[in-house]
């Protein structure tokens, strides 16, 4: 019999793919279009390992199902080949970043080639390609040149801006803009110099420069992302973190809060995934207040969503990093305060947040004065208050929030009783059902009517005002990097201005060393004139040092996809108005605060500004589940050389050591391999158990450390991609944890060979006929389309891979060579499996390729069934099966079951008491 050959098909067929440019996407208005994407890979020089490619399975086989349903289908891939860990290789080596990531794209390809997806590759696009940042550079100018028209409720151009100051100032202006921005009448402005209105337009831009703290790394030399630390470490290197004070570029995404909120109830995406935006988002109601800072001129205000609290105010806490604490702490706590404030600048915000026990402060010294009793509360730092959120300044009511609580009990602070009943010695609980004990101007009142004159009372003072604060910060962005995009600005007398868009892409020039220079300044300080000419001036200006953040790139890639080769605009206009947005985006949840947010904040500036079609950009978002690692382990004897079989370790002292899954098969050691694994295992003993040493194993993340990485290549060359790609969607549901195990691997592959052999007769000849198929036949053809086509729209292809195996068995048991059901059959599984469908097309007598060719419709007259087969139970207990047409009555399938040969075996020959028949059920038959 013809065995199938997988590697020699699988070649011929990826190569035909790419020869023929099988999945090239043009813009073609007579189909619907579907874009499905994957979320941007990094490459890293360890390639692919067999949990990356889950979710591009996942998008390979829904972009190949839509083609075949008459789709128009843009599946593109492409690398975001900026970041930390190239530069850091190239500080090592000495080896610029553009070849290490040339290599690990190379490699990557490679893989995904092999993997045998259907990616459009001639739009393929890298983030550090000059041609590709060249527009990165342009919206960044776009959000340079743009400002935030609260009463439009959009991002305007900053000429708008301009022509309004210049007629009436910035008293009518609603804008999102810096708290500290002064107020100047038209004739004010006319008289401001050039570089001082600029300056004041920095406190309006959406991306704008400014003192900021940020998370710096001596170490690396650069800011850190909030998601690029832990524990008070760089992910990357393991180097500590601190708080400074920097000029920084900025992303005013805080504009866009409300926007980003209530976009996600129009998105198809999980209500865990909305969830984690929405906190991180963090909307909150409420009440600002100013209080005075006793015998200073100092003032601090503060946010509370529960005003009607505030007679329960003890004490302030402030956030380590404000200025205004060295101006308020006394003599006597100075160096208590400094010590404290060193501390808390080396903890990052996710820790300071996320740190519920430990109980730390410092007294300044100094006292606020609560205006709605005069009284004086003293004010403290503790980093569990955050410069960045609301105010940087938390009035503190211990009676009624666990945390000002035990900070109370911690420091001897007075706790306040908040609700009625309320023992002062017991926890605070902020979700306490009871009533709040109203004192003062509140007596008597509701939550709804405190809330409302607490307001007016301070309205009336002049001293606060209701207020929606969000927790959401504006994005720090820049990063003191070579391996960048470079920032398009330059300066001219230290104010900044944009590069023309017609002089871009600012080239990422070439230094002697990636690293900072002596003075301090990041690496694009060691190139040599590095600066800007603009047209019709003779002097060149200094460019921007610093470069653009990891995000930058991965903000707006899917959009450069769709006309990746234009050099004249970002989306030429007629592209985008097809594809508009993408369908189906499938990644992971890490994601979640960082990139997606950054991506619906940049496409809805777009959006504003007139670019792009469509506000948010990724209609459908799945997460995938990680695939984990299934590690093995042998135990070694202690003090020995010796390793003893998992099921005999009980009998001896051992340890147990982590193996290379690559040397164990079915937790089977290879016990010569593992000998020569290793040099200090040449000299190794073994223990066996039936002659064989068995392996333990747990499921862990894989990682090289516990030598459970599992190459897809491997896979590949020993049962085929077509396996692989089934393998992976058979482990589980799509959003789930699931580990990899390669025990049911076999089971995958012998499905594709007795597929094959559907096809091929007992003498190595393809054999179909065209004899008319079988009423039997065709039902369970018609039955596998009809679950493919549900279980591909709803993502549960797991149960679509057990349907193609219980179709292949049922044809295989009817003998069905029937072209009728096997031409359909090879259409429903080409999603799946794409090279064996293929070859199988080509030998059906088909040309062009099996992405040509039209996902068949199911017969539902073919699914109805004629008869059901009955459990049949006798004094409760169920003794035999029999099948009655559909349409037959109660009483006929009475008398014919108990007329049955098996069923009088259990009757002996007595009357039945009682028949009851519970039609398309079962029959219960009492004696």
């Known amino acids: 019999m013809a065995e199938y050959n997988f590697l020699e098909t699988e070649k011929k067929w990826q190569a035909f793919w790419q020869e023929n440019e099988s999945f090239k996407a043009e813009v073609d208005t007579s189909k619907p279009k579907f874009y499905a994407l994957d979320m941007f890979p990094y490459p890293s020089g360890a390639g692919l390992h067999v949990g990356h490619p889950l979710g591009y399975i996942a998008s390979d086989i829904v972009s190949r199902y839509k083609r075949i349903k008459g789709f128009n289908v843009l599946h593109p891939m492409g690398f975001d080949a900026f970041g930390l860990p190239a530069e850091q290789y190239a500080i090592q080596t000495g080896q610029h970043p553009a070849i290490t990531t040339e290599e690990n794209i190379n490699r990557y390809k490679e893989q995904l080639r092999n993997i045998g997806f259907s990616f459009d590759w001639s739009k393929e696009t890298q983030t550090c390609d000059p041609n590709y940042y060249k527009w990165t550079q342009w919206i960044f100018i776009q959000l340079f040149n743009s400002w935030y028209n609260n009463d439009a ?60 703290t940020v998370n710096w790394c001596p170490e690396l030399g650069t800011v850190l992302a909030q998601d690029e630390i832990k524990d008070g470490y760089s992910e990357r290197g393991g180097y500590p973190v601190v708080k400074k004070l920097m000029k920084q570029w900025s992303m005013r995404i805080s504009a866009y809060a409300e926007r980003l909120l209530s976009g996600l109830d129009k998105l198809e995406w999980s209500d865990p995934l909305k969830e984690m935006q929405r906190n991180w988002i963090g909307k909150s109601q409420g009440t600002e207040m100013t209080m005075k800072v006793d015998g ?115 420091f001897d602070l007075p706790i306040l009783p908040v609700y009625e009943g309320m023992d002062v010695s017991e926890k605070a609980d902020a979700t306490k059902e009871g009533k709040i004990i109203n004192e003062g101007i509140f007596k008597g009142l509701n939550f709804q009517e405190a809330t409302d004159t607490g307001i007016k009372f301070l309205e009336d003072k002049d001293i606060g005002s209701g207020k929606i604060n969000y927790r959401i910060r504006d994005a720090i962005f820049a990063r003191q990097r070579y391996w960048g995009e470079p920032v398009p600005i330059y300066f001219k007398d230290g104010i900044p201005y944009p590069v023309a868009a017609e002089d871009l892409p600012i080239i990422l020039p070439e230094v002697d060393k990636y690293l900072p220079t002596e003075d301090g300044d990041p690496p694009l300080g060691r190139a040599e004139n590095f600066t800007y000419t603009p047209t019709g001036s003779s002097e060149a200006y200094p460019l921007e040092l610093s470069t653009m953040p990891g995000w930058a790139g991965s903000s707006w890639y899917w959009y450069r996809y769709m006309d990746a080769n234009n050099g004249e605009a970002f989306v030429a206009e007629d592209v985008i108005s097809y594809w508009k947005d993408v369908d189906l985006y499938i990644g992971g949840t890490e994601h979640a605060t960082g990139h997606l947010l950054y991506s619906r904040f940049w496409n809805k500036v777009l959006f504003d500004l007139g670019f792009v079609k469509v506000e948010e950009p990724f209609k459908k978002l799945v997460n995938q589940g990680m695939i984990q690692g299934r590690s093995n382990f042998v135990y070694r004897v202690k003090g020995t050389n010796q390793f003893v079989s998992e099921g005999l370790k009980k009998e001896y002292d051992t340890t147990p050591m982590h193996v290379d899954v690559s040397i164990v098969s079915n937790d089977i050691l290879d016990t010569e391999a593992f000998k020569s694994w290793r040099p200090d295992l040449a000299d190794a003993e073994f223990v066996l158990e039936d002659g064989k040493y068995k392996c333990g194993y747990e499921v862990e993340k894989m990682s090289k450390s516990k030598y459970n990485v599992v190459n897809p290549d491997d896979i590949i060359n020993k049962y085929g991609a077509d396996t692989l790609r089934m393998y992976e969607m058979f482990l589980g549901p799509l959003e789930q944890f699931k580990p990899w195990n390669t025990h049911g691997i076999d089971g995958v592959f012998k499905f594709l060979k007795k597929f094959w052999r559907l096809f091929h007769d007992g003498n190595n000849n393809f054999n179909v006929s065209d004899e008319k198929a079988k009423p039997e036949e065709l039902k369970i053809l018609h039955k596998a389309i009809k679950k493919l086509e549900e279980d591909i729209n709803s993502l549960s292809l797991n149960t679509s891979v057990s349907t193609m195996m219980i179709a292949v ?119």
């Open 809 to 927: 068995n049922e044809l295989t048991s009817l003998k069905c060579n029937k072209r009728e059901v096997l031409e359909g059959l090879v259409i429903i599984l080409s999603p799946f499996a794409p090279h064996i469908t293929e070859e199988l097309w080509e030998l059906l007598g088909h040309s062009g390729g099996i992405s040509t060719a039209t996902f068949p419709n199911y017969d539902e007259s073919l699914l109805v069934e004629a008869a059901h087969e009955y459990p049949i139970s006798i004094n409760g207990k169920v003794r035999t099966k029999l099948k009655f047409p559909i349409d037959m009555n109660p009483k006929e399938i009475e008398s014919e079951a108990l007329a049955d040969e098996s069923v009088q075996k259990w009757v002996e020959g007595k009357t039945p008491k009682k028949v009851i028949v519970v039609p398309k059920r079962i029959i219960n038959i009492v004696i």
């Open 153 to 212: 409720n959009k991002a305007e151009s900053i000429d708008s801006l301009v022509s309004s100051f210049e007629k009436n100032g910035n008293t009518g202006v609603n804008a999102t803009c810096d708290e500290d921005t002064a107020s100047f009448s038209a004739e004010d402005w006319k008289g401001y110099s050039e570089a001082e209105q600029q300056e004041i337009l920095l406190k309006y831009r959406l991306t704008y420069l400014s003192e900021t």
């Open 296 to 410: 200073h001129d100092e003032t601090i205000t503060v946010f509370t969503t529960r005003i009607d609290t505030v007679y329960g105010v003890s004490f302030l806490v402030l956030a380590p990093e404000l200025e205004l604490i060295e101006k308020i702490t006394t003599p006597e706590q100075k160096q208590i305060v400094d010590e404290y404030v060193s501390v808390a600048k080396n903890r990052s915000e996710r820790d300071r947040m996320s740190d519920v026990k430990t109980v730390s402060g410092a007294f300044t010294g100094a006292y606020a004065i609560n205006p709605f009793n005069d009284e004086k509360v003293p004010i403290y730092i503790a980093d569990y208050v955050l410069a960045g959120y609301g105010t940087g300044a938390v009035m503190a009511v211990p009676g009624g929030d666990q945390r000002d609580f035990d900070f109370a009990k911690h």
